[in-house]
């Protein structure tokens, strides 16, 4: 499964084009959007530079989208409503609840490293257009719902506790993702690479604080990397614990 939206929208395009010329070229002008969005920004980025991804005249442009503002909203609205809530083929419940978290996070940090452009403009946008911060509010809080009914699946509990916790630790995943990836913070990276710890070592790491927040009961399954057991052992060698398999 791709972690990459760009590709995900060539990967469409290309297996199941529309069958209507005029759809054929709003979905091209879609994908240079987002291609542009990547590697300029929304504030620098022209119409210009979507019409020469495309290969289109700028007047085609304007046949389907109003303006640059327009064409960032359906392509940022698409990535949060539809690629973002694409998910790992689920397991029949094998997974232990740190193997899904696990999971999660990974996938999540490898998301945000291949479309860190996008990430960028998600932000920059949503200071510009409340109604669009408002719908990534509202897709953080689907997210944070199926996190806490996952819980009260587990553990038996109301979710109210549940839900403010995973507020918490999901904010607290937003500015990691923020400072290691969208912007990256210099200190955070010589810190990592001090500690041997790549983007999946990040995210096993955070999963570990996941688990003793949600489900403190249990132990993380399986073998951890070299960073993150060390990581563990800081964290509460006592309380957590690690099992092999």
């Avoid at 939206?5 to 709003?26: M, N, W």
């Avoid at 504030?43 to 020469?52: G, K, Y």
């Avoid at 587990?154 to 990691?176: I, K, P, Q, S, V």
């Avoid at 399986?222 to 092999?244: H, K, M, S």
């Amino acid at each position: 499964m791709t972690v990459s939206y760009i590709e995900y929208l060539e990967s469409a395009y290309r297996d199941d084009p529309p069958k209507q010329k005029g759809q054929r070229t709003r979905e091209r002008i879609k994908i240079a959007t987002a291609k542009a969005l990547e590697r300029k920004g929304y504030h620098a980025m022209r119409v210009t530079d979507v019409t020469e991804i495309a290969e289109i005249a700028e007047g085609s442009f304007y046949i389907y989208f109003k303006d640059k503002t327009e064409v960032t909203l359906t392509v940022l609205t698409d990535l949060l409503n539809n690629f973002f809530k694409l998910e790992a083929p689920r397991d029949g419940g094998s997974r232990s609840a740190f193997q899904s978290i696990q999971l999660a996070n990974r996938r999540w940090i490898a998301v945000c490293r291949a479309n860190a452009g996008l990430m960028r403009c998600i932000l920059q946008v949503g200071d510009e257009a409340p109604e669009f911060s408002r719908l990534s509010q509202a897709a953080n809080s689907t997210w944070y719902r199926r996190i806490a009914e996952g819980v009260r699946r587990r553990r038996g509990e109301e979710t109210g506790n549940a839900m403010l916790a995973a507020y918490f630790l999901g904010g607290m995943m937003d500015e990691l993702v923020r400072r290691l990836v969208i912007y990256p913070d210099p200190e955070l990276h010589e810190l990592l690479t001090g500690l041997g710890m790549d983007d999946d070592a990040v995210a096993d790491a955070v999963s570990l604080i996941w688990l003793r927040v949600l489900h403190p009961d249990q132990a993380p399954r399986g073998a951890l990397p070299e960073a993150v057991t060390r990581f563990a052992d800081w964290l509460a060698p006592a309380a957590i614990g690690r099992n092999p398999s």
